[in-house]
């Protein structure tokens, strides 16, 4: 539910009992019987804002667990990604570190030969 609709909504329901209160207030019958009738509606409206309470945070319960699972799926997605890319980053300087040896080795035997 976005904030807009959710502001809406608060804003209709308390108009409606604002406006169910004056009318009650006004209408002509006992004191007694009026405030009967005010503290229903007040119990009403009550409830119906309790309902869309709990239905608002199971929503927002609701995106966060996706948004949650979206990130780990992206995260572990880029964790495997890492992991390729570092082993074969680390095959090749294995291999370019053989090369260096073996390079290496054929130097020290030509200085050998040449010193002798």
């Not at 329901?13 to 006992?30: E, N």
């Not at 992991?83 to 260096?100: I, P």
């Amino acid at each position: 539910m976005s904030d807009n609709t959710g502001n809406t909504l608060i804003a209709l329901l308390t108009g409606a009992a604002v406006g169910a209160t004056l009318g009650l207030l006004y209408a002509p019958q006992s004191g007694e019987k009026t405030r009967k009738q005010i503290k229903k509606e007040a119990k009403n409206a009550q409830k119906s804002l309790e309902k869309k309470y709990d239905e608002a945070s199971e929503k927002l319960s609701e995106y966060a667990n996706e948004a949650k699972s979206k990130f780990e799926e992206k995260l572990n997605s880029t964790i495997d990604q890492a992991k390729g890319k570092s082993d074969s980053l680390l095959a090749t300087m294995e291999s370019e570190l053989e090369n260096l040896k073996k390079k290496n080795a054929d130097l020290m035997k030509e200085l050998k030969s040449v010193k002798k």
